[in-house]
Nanobody, 121 residues
Framework: QVQLVESGGGLVQPGGSLRLSCAASGSIFSIVAMGWYRQAPGKQRELVAAIISGGITNYADSVKGRFTISRDNAKNTVYLQMNSLKPEDTAIYYC???????????????WGQGTQVTVSS
């Protein structure tokens, strides 16, 4: 089994910064991709940023230039550095990982429990 544990959410003023972390643990053979999604009240869950093996990244247009995703392969951890935060960034942020477990011949998607990010003065 695989677990994703997130940390780093909280309350921040507009223009501030936060850094989210997500560590994957368990029976991991290979991590194909890791990323962050968010869901605001009354809205659908949306992709914020993702990073795949080799370091290729993808960002939602709304966060380009403000958010940076990175990954520590040795620690099976993905980070999301969020700068110049806006009230519209307020949401629950979920970590997602596409992982091939030991004994499996295919990748599965796993989700973290979510961490609240609130941007407000």
């Amino acid at each position: 089994q695989v677990q994703l544990v997130e940390s780093g959410g909280g309350l921040v003023q507009p223009g501030g910064s936060l850094r989210l972390s997500c560590a994957a643990s368990g029976s991991i053979f290979s991590i194909v991709a890791m990323g962050w999604y968010r869901q605001a009240p009354g809205k659908q869950r949306e992709l914020v940023a993702a990073i795949i093996s080799g370091g290729i990244t993808n960002y939602a247009d709304s966060v380009k230039g403000r958010f940076t995703i990175s990954r520590d392969n040795a620690k099976n951890t993905v980070y999301l550095q969020m700068n110049s935060l806006k009230p519209e960034d307020t949401a629950i942020y979920y970590c997602n990982a596409n992982i091939i477990g030991y004994g499996l011949g295919y990748a599965k998607d796993y989700w973290g429990q979510g961490t609240q990010v609130t941007v407000s003065s």
